[in-house]
Protein backbone atom coordinates (compact mmCIF):
# COMPACT_ATOMS: atom_id res chain seq x y z
CA UNK A 1 0.00 0.00 0.00
CA UNK A 2 2.81 2.29 -0.74
CA UNK A 3 1.79 2.94 -4.02
CA UNK A 4 2.06 6.62 -3.48
CA UNK A 5 5.31 7.12 -2.83
CA UNK A 6 6.18 6.28 -6.09
CA UNK A 7 6.78 9.05 -8.59
CA UNK A 8 4.58 8.26 -12.08
CA UNK A 9 6.01 6.32 -14.61
CA UNK A 10 5.68 8.10 -17.81
CA UNK A 11 7.57 6.95 -20.25
CA UNK A 12 7.52 8.92 -23.64
CA UNK A 13 8.90 5.99 -25.97
CA UNK A 14 5.40 4.03 -24.38
CA UNK A 15 3.43 6.95 -25.90
CA UNK A 16 5.03 6.72 -29.13
CA UNK A 17 5.03 2.97 -29.24
CA UNK A 18 1.02 3.04 -28.85
CA UNK A 19 1.01 5.87 -31.25
CA UNK A 20 2.70 3.58 -33.64
CA UNK A 21 0.36 0.94 -33.34
CA UNK A 22 -2.18 3.27 -34.10
CA UNK A 23 -0.69 3.97 -37.35
CA UNK A 24 -0.28 0.68 -38.28
CA UNK A 25 -4.01 -0.03 -37.61
CA UNK A 26 -4.42 2.96 -39.92
CA UNK A 27 -2.50 1.87 -42.90
CA UNK A 28 -4.22 -1.62 -42.61
CA UNK A 29 -7.67 0.55 -42.68
CA UNK A 30 -6.41 1.96 -45.83
CA UNK A 31 -5.45 -1.48 -47.18
CA UNK A 32 -8.82 -2.39 -46.37
CA UNK A 33 -10.56 0.26 -48.98
CA UNK A 34 -7.54 -0.40 -51.71
CA UNK A 35 -8.55 -4.16 -51.39
CA UNK A 36 -12.39 -3.37 -51.78
CA UNK A 37 -11.19 -1.38 -54.72
CA UNK A 38 -10.30 -4.75 -56.22
CA UNK A 39 -13.81 -6.13 -55.79
CA UNK A 40 -15.31 -3.64 -56.96
CA UNK A 41 -15.68 0.53 -57.04
CA UNK A 42 -18.96 0.37 -54.78
CA UNK A 43 -17.49 -2.25 -52.26
CA UNK A 44 -14.41 -0.02 -52.09
CA UNK A 45 -17.11 2.87 -51.28
CA UNK A 46 -18.59 0.98 -48.45
CA UNK A 47 -15.45 -0.11 -46.88
CA UNK A 48 -14.36 3.82 -47.06
CA UNK A 49 -17.10 4.67 -45.29
CA UNK A 50 -16.83 2.50 -42.29
CA UNK A 51 -12.62 3.14 -42.18
CA UNK A 52 -13.83 7.00 -42.31
CA UNK A 53 -16.41 6.44 -39.53
CA UNK A 54 -13.84 4.22 -37.55
CA UNK A 55 -10.57 6.27 -38.08
CA UNK A 56 -12.32 9.57 -36.97
CA UNK A 57 -10.98 8.81 -33.53
CA UNK A 58 -7.94 7.47 -34.31
CA UNK A 59 -6.07 11.18 -34.69
CA UNK A 60 -7.49 11.41 -31.46
CA UNK A 61 -6.25 8.72 -29.74
CA UNK A 62 -2.63 9.42 -31.68
CA UNK A 63 -2.04 12.55 -29.65
CA UNK A 64 -3.68 11.84 -26.70
CA UNK A 65 -1.30 8.30 -26.44
CA UNK A 66 1.32 11.01 -27.27
CA UNK A 67 0.82 13.59 -24.71
CA UNK A 68 -0.21 10.87 -21.86
CA UNK A 69 3.40 9.43 -21.98
CA UNK A 70 5.13 12.87 -21.44
CA UNK A 71 5.43 13.59 -25.14
CA UNK A 72 6.25 17.15 -26.93
CA UNK A 73 3.12 18.75 -28.62
CA UNK A 74 5.98 18.62 -31.74
CA UNK A 75 5.93 15.09 -31.65
CA UNK A 76 1.87 14.91 -31.20
CA UNK A 77 1.60 16.78 -33.97
CA UNK A 78 4.10 14.78 -36.71
CA UNK A 79 2.79 11.37 -35.23
CA UNK A 80 -0.94 12.97 -36.43
CA UNK A 81 0.79 13.86 -39.68
CA UNK A 82 2.00 9.96 -39.78
CA UNK A 83 -1.59 8.78 -38.95
CA UNK A 84 -3.68 10.94 -41.19
CA UNK A 85 -0.99 9.54 -44.26
CA UNK A 86 -1.30 5.63 -43.10
CA UNK A 87 -4.64 5.15 -44.72
CA UNK A 88 -3.81 6.88 -47.89
CA UNK A 89 -0.53 4.87 -47.85
CA UNK A 90 -2.21 1.57 -47.37
CA UNK A 91 -5.17 2.10 -50.28
CA UNK A 92 -2.17 3.38 -52.48
CA UNK A 93 -0.27 0.23 -51.85
CA UNK A 94 -2.60 -2.09 -52.84
CA UNK A 95 -1.71 -0.70 -56.62
CA UNK A 96 1.30 -2.63 -55.91
CA UNK A 97 -0.26 -6.14 -56.28
CA UNK A 98 -3.57 -8.16 -56.74
CA UNK A 99 -4.95 -10.68 -54.45
CA UNK A 100 -7.51 -13.51 -55.64
CA UNK A 101 -11.11 -12.58 -55.16
CA UNK A 102 -11.30 -15.38 -52.74
CA UNK A 103 -8.64 -13.86 -51.07
CA UNK A 104 -10.27 -10.42 -50.70
CA UNK A 105 -13.79 -11.74 -49.56
CA UNK A 106 -11.87 -13.37 -46.63
CA UNK A 107 -9.84 -10.19 -45.86
CA UNK A 108 -12.57 -7.54 -46.15
CA UNK A 109 -14.93 -10.88 -44.22
CA UNK A 110 -12.50 -10.45 -41.33
CA UNK A 111 -11.55 -6.92 -41.44
CA UNK A 112 -15.65 -5.90 -41.44
CA UNK A 113 -15.68 -8.43 -38.68
CA UNK A 114 -12.97 -6.88 -36.29
CA UNK A 115 -14.58 -3.51 -37.01
CA UNK A 116 -17.92 -4.64 -35.45
CA UNK A 117 -16.38 -6.62 -32.69
CA UNK A 118 -14.54 -3.48 -31.42
CA UNK A 119 -17.69 -1.23 -31.61
CA UNK A 120 -19.80 -4.11 -29.82
CA UNK A 121 -17.72 -4.98 -26.95
CA UNK A 122 -15.42 -2.53 -26.54
CA UNK A 123 -16.66 1.04 -27.60
CA UNK A 124 -20.47 0.79 -27.26
CA UNK A 125 -19.98 -0.31 -23.52
CA UNK A 126 -17.83 2.23 -22.62
CA UNK A 127 -19.97 5.13 -23.82
CA UNK A 128 -23.23 3.43 -22.50
CA UNK A 129 -21.41 3.30 -18.86
CA UNK A 130 -22.38 4.83 -15.51
CA UNK A 131 -21.99 8.55 -17.35
CA UNK A 132 -24.01 7.70 -20.18
CA UNK A 133 -26.16 10.23 -21.29
CA UNK A 134 -29.56 11.35 -23.53
CA UNK A 135 -26.61 12.76 -26.06
CA UNK A 136 -24.92 9.65 -25.53
CA UNK A 137 -27.99 7.95 -26.29
CA UNK A 138 -28.86 9.83 -29.23
CA UNK A 139 -25.31 9.68 -30.80
CA UNK A 140 -25.60 6.31 -30.64
CA UNK A 141 -29.12 6.02 -32.67
CA UNK A 142 -27.60 8.31 -35.02
CA UNK A 143 -24.99 6.13 -35.61
CA UNK A 144 -27.37 3.11 -36.15
CA UNK A 145 -28.91 4.86 -38.66
CA UNK A 146 -25.91 6.13 -40.41
CA UNK A 147 -25.14 2.03 -40.86
CA UNK A 148 -28.50 1.46 -41.67
CA UNK A 149 -28.44 3.98 -45.01
CA UNK A 150 -25.52 2.69 -45.86
CA UNK A 151 -26.42 -1.00 -46.08
CA UNK A 152 -29.22 0.23 -48.15
CA UNK A 153 -26.54 1.47 -51.19
CA UNK A 154 -25.43 -2.12 -51.23
Sequence with gaps: MHEDEYAEHKQPQVGVLSA??????????????????????????????????????????????????????????????????????????????????????????VFAGFLMYIGASDILPQAHSKQSSVSTLMLTLIGALFIFIITRFT
Design 20 to 109: LAVIGDSFADGLGIGLGVQVSTEAGVLVALAVIAHDFSDGLNTVSLVLTYNNTAGRARLLLAFDALAPVLGAASTLLFTLPEHFLVLYLG
